[in-house]
C-alpha cells in the first residue's frame, strides 16, 4: 500500500508541469503503445523460434523415414548378395575339382537354375555375376566368370576381385569409376571354414535404387547424402558429391557439427540418421531458406502491427487536440463569464460528452446573473455525478493495464511476493470483472478459484492447507462462473477456516456420468442446526458481494433448472461441505425459456 502510494505521488510529481495532451499522450505511450510493442516482439521471437522448432522437428522425421526407406533397399540388395553367396550348393560346386565336361555343364546348368531368376528379383539390376577362380570350372559368359582383363565398372577385373577377397569386410558397395551414377556391390562366397572360393558382382542402376528418396529433397532448400562406412558419397540429391570422399566434399565443414540443431553454420543445420553396415543418411538443410515464409509473415505482421498502432497514434493525437481545443473554448468563455459578461454562448455540432456540456453551457449562461448561488449547487451536483459516472467507466481493461505496470515495477524490484499476488489478481479479476460472460469452462472457474486462494495463502501463510482433486476429463465442459470462490470465501470470512488449527479446504471437480459434480469441503468453525437450516431455506445470505447461496442456487435453476443442484452440510466445530451438481455441458449452456 504504501509503496502503491509512492508511486502514484512521484508520476503525478513527473507530470505536474505537462498539459493535458502530454499526460494523455504519456498515458496512451505507457500503457498501450510500449506494451504492445514489447508484446509484439516477444511474441513474434517466441513464434520464431516455435516455427523453427517445428520445422527442425519435420525434417528429423523425414530424416528418419528417408533413412528407413534407404536402409530397407541397401538390406534387400545385400540380402539378394548374401544369400547367392551363401548358398551351400554353390560354394560346393565352385570348390571341386571337375573330371569331365558334363560335371561343368551340370554346374552351370545349376547356378542358371537357381540364380538367373535371382538376377531379374529387383528392379535396377543391369549386371549380375558369379565370379570364381576354380580352374576346372568354365566360364560360360552368362553368370559364372572368372576374373581376367576385361573391364569392369572402370576397372580391370582382375583388380576388382582381387580387392573384393583381399577386403577384410565380406560385403561392399561402391561407385563404378566409370560412372559415379552405377553403384557395384561386391560379396565374397566364403565356406564355413573363412576360404574365399568366388565372389558376387551386381551392377545396379543409381536411378532404381536411391534416386526417388533423394529427389529434390526439402523442396530445394537442402541435400541429402548417403556416406558408407569409409566416409565416403555414395549417393546424394548434389550430383557433383557422389563417388567422392566425405573431406573432400561440401560436407566435410559439417560433419563434426552433426545433429546440433540450435547451432546453424552458414545458415545450415546437418542432421545424420544411422543406419546399417555403418552407413549414415544426412541431411544438410537452408533452416534460413525453409523459414523465409514465415519469417514473410512475421514482417507482414510486424508492418501491420506498426501501422495501426502509428494509426492509434495518430487517431488519439486528434482526438484529443480536437477536445483540448474545445475544452480551452469553453474556457474562455468562462473567463467571460466570470467578468461579468454572461450573454455568450458556444457552437456546438458534437453528440458526446463535450458537447452536452457545451449544450449544457449555453443553457444556463443566460440565467447565471440571477441564479448563481443555485448555479453553484447544480455545478457541485453536476460534479459528483460526473465523478461517479466516471467511477462506474472504469473497465476491466483498465484494471488490467494498471496491474500490469505495477507488474513491471514489482519486476525491477525483484520482489516476488508482489509478482505472485499481482498474477493472482490479475487471473482473479479477468473472470470477475468480465460483465458480458456469464458461462465459462471448468477450467477457466477452477483457474479464478486458484488465483483467489493464491492471493489468501500469501495474505494467511502457512495456516490453511488446499486439498485439489480435479478431474481431467472435466475441465473442457462449460459451467457458470464465479461458482466455486463464494462458496469458498465463505470458509474465510464466516467458518473462521485461519483460525482452526489444521486447516483444510477440500475443492473435488469430479464427472459422474452425464453429470459433473462439485464438492467444497471445510473443517473450519460450521453452522449450527438453526442457521444451517436457514441457509437451506434462503433466508440466510452468508457471502460477500452479493454471491451468496441465493445467488448460485437461483444461477444453478435458470441455466439447469432441475439438473441444477446445491447441497450444503455442516455441523459446529466439524465444518461445511457443499455440493453443487449439474449436468455434463459440452457446449455452453443457454438461459432457460421462462425462467425469470
Request: glycine share 8%; net charge neutral; hydrophobic share 40%.
Amino acid at each position: 500500500m504504501k509503496f502503491g502510494q509512492s508511486l502514484e505521488r512521484s508520476i503525478i510529481r513527473a507530470t505536474r508541469s505537462m498539459n493535458m495532451r502530454g499526460k494523455i499522450v504519456l498515458l496512451y505511450g505507457l500503457i498501450v503503445f510500449i506494451p504492445t510493442v514489447l508484446l509484439a516482439l516477444g511474441a513474434g521471437y517466441l513464434t520464431f523460434h516455435n516455427v523453427r522448432s517445428n520445422y527442425l522437428l519435420t525434417i528429423k522425421e523425414a530424416v528418419r523415414q528417408t533413412a528407413q526407406s534407404i536402409d530397407f533397399r541397401k538390406q534387400t540388395y545385400d540380402l539378394l548378395a548374401t544369400r547367392t553367396a551363401t548358398d551351400g550348393e554353390l560354394i560346393s560346386r565352385l570348390s571341386r575339382n571337375y573330371a569331365d565336361m558334363a560335371e561343368q555343364l551340370e554346374t552351370v546348368k545349376y547356378v542358371d537354375r537357381s540364380f538367373l531368376f535371382t538376377a531379374k528379383y529387383l528392379p535396377g539390376i543391369e549386371d549380375f555375376r558369379i565370379y570364381h577362380t576354380n580352374g576346372t570350372l568354365v566360364q560360360d559368359g552368362g553368370l559364372l566368370w572368372k576374373p581376367e582383363d576385361r573391364t569392369l565398372a572402370g576397372m580391370p577385373e582382375r583388380d576388382w576381385y582381387e580387392r573384393t577377397i583381399g577386403d577384410p569386410g565380406i560385403l561392399s558397395w561402391t561407385n563404378a569409376q566409370d560412372d559415379a551414377r552405377k553403384l557395384v556391390v561386391s560379396r565374397k562366397i566364403m565356406d564355413g571354414y573363412g576360404r574365399a572360393h568366388g565372389a558376387i558382382y551386381l551392377l545396379l542402376d543409381y536411378n532404381d535404387v536411391f534416386a526417388e528418396p533423394l529427389d529434390h529433397p526439402f523442396n530445394g532448400a537442402g541435400d541429402l547424402y548417403i556416406v558408407d562406412q569409409d566416409a565416403r558419397i555414395i549417393a546424394s540429391s548434389e550430383t557433383a558429391a557422389i563417388g567422392a570422399d566425405l573431406s573432400a566434399s561440401s560436407l566435410d565443414r559439417y560433419w563434426g557439427h552433426a545433429n546440433q540443431v540450435n547451432d546453424a553454420i552458414a545458415g545450415k543445420v546437418l542432421i545424420v540418421q544411422r543406419i546399417a553396415g555403418g552407413w549414415s543418411v544426412a541431411a544438410l538443410v537452408h533452416i534460413e531458406q525453409l523459414e523465409k515464409q514465415s519469417k514473410r509473415i512475421y514482417y507482414a505482421v510486424g508492418v501491420g502491427i506498426a501501422f495501426f498502432l502509428l494509426l492509434s497514434v495518430f487517431l488519439i493525437t486528434a482526438v484529443v487536440k480536437n477536445v483540448v481545443w474545445r475544452i480551452r473554448k469553453l474556457g474562455s468563455r468562462m473567463t467571460d463569464i466570470s467578468q461579468g459578461v454572461f450573454e455568450v454562448t458556444v457552437k456546438n455540432r458534437d453528440r458526446d460528452e463535450l458537447g452536452e456540456l457545451e449544450v449544457l453551457f449555453n443553457s444556463m449562461s443566460g440565467r447565471l446573473g440571477r441564479l448563481v448561488e443555485e448555479n453553484t449547487q447544480a455545478n457541485l451536483k453536476e460534479r459528483e455525478q460526473s465523478f461517479k459516472a466516471l467511477q462506474a467507466q472504469i473497465n476491466p481493461h483498465f484494471i488490467y493495464n494498471s496491474l500490469s505496470l505495477i507488474r513491471w515495477r514489482a519486476m525491477d524490484l525483484q520482489d516476488e511476493t508482489q509478482l505472485r499476488t499481482i498474477d493472482a489478481l490479475t487471473t482473479f479479476y479477468r473472470l470477475a470483472l468480465n460483465n458480458r460472460v456469464n458461462v465459462t469452462r471448468i477450467r477457466d472457474e477452477v483457474g479464478h478459484l486458484k488465483a483467489y486462494l493464491e492471493i489468501q495463502q500469501l495474505r494467511y501463510p502457512d495456516r490453511v492447507q488446499v486439498a485439489w482433486e480435479i478431474d481431467e476429463d472435466a475441465l473442457e465442459l462449460y459451467t457458470i462462473k464465479l461458482l466455486l470462490q463464494p462458496i469458498v470465501e465463505n470458509g474465510y470470512l464466516h467458518g473462521g477456516i485461519t483460525k482452526r488449527p489444521g486447516a483444510l479446504i477440500h475443492i473435488a471437480v469430479r464427472r459422474e456420468g452425464q453429470s459433473v459434480r462439485f464438492l467444497v469441503q471445510d473443517n473450519g468453525k460450521g453452522m449450527t442446526a438453526d442457521v444451517l437450516e436457514r441457509v437451506r431455506a434462503g433466508d440466510y445470505e452468508g457471502t460477500n458481494n452479493g454471491f451468496g447461496m441465493n445467488n448460485i442456487r437461483e444461477r444453478l435453476r435458470l441455466y439447469f433448472g432441475e439438473e441444477g443442484r446445491l447441497d450444503i452440510d455442516s455441523a459446529p466445530d466439524e465444518g461445511t461441505s457443499v455440493s453443487i451438481l449439474i449436468p455434463v455441458c459440452e457446449e455452453r449452456p443457454e438461459l432457460k425459456r421462462g425462467e425469470g
